[in-house]
């Protein structure tokens, strides 16, 4: 059995380590893109940075957005017990994009310092 069918049976849900690499690999690309086409678009340099805690919210959560703004205590009590549900995996997975975030405001203050007007 290789290690991918042994991470699919597992009943804890445990990821394995190719998957952890490659989703490490495609959060900072992804939220590189973003945050660099964001940056183009609006030139805001670390907007994306700013934006990315709000979109891991929304990825780790169940609750309506809606529900922040009518049963605050609920859904803010249920966003606590998500966070400190996530696996370490989970962890870096999201830790990554906001890496790929960052690292796009850097890129984009090098281009513009180096004269690109585009950026």
């Not at 940075?49 to 990825?59: G, T």
């Not at 309506?64 to 605050?72: F, G, Q, R, V, W």
């Not at 370490?88 to 004269?115: E, N, W, Y």
């Amino acid at each position: 059995m290789n290690a991918l069918a042994i991470a699919a049976a597992s009943p804890q849900g445990s990821i394995s380590l190719v998957h952890v690499v490659l989703s490490v690999l495609i959060f900072i690309v992804i939220f590189f893109g973003i945050g660099f086409l964001l940056n183009m678009l609006l030139r805001m340099t670390w907007l994306m940075a700013i934006i990315y805690p709000i979109i891991v919210i929304l990825i780790i959560d169940e609750v309506k957005i809606y529900e922040y703004i009518t049963k605050p205590v609920y859904a803010f009590k249920l966003l606590g017990v998500k966070f400190m549900a996530l696996q370490t995996a989970d962890i870096i997975i999201l830790a990554s994009g906001l890496v790929g975030a960052i690292i796009s405001g850097f890129v984009m203050k090098l281009l513009r310092k180096q004269g690109y007007q585009m950026f």
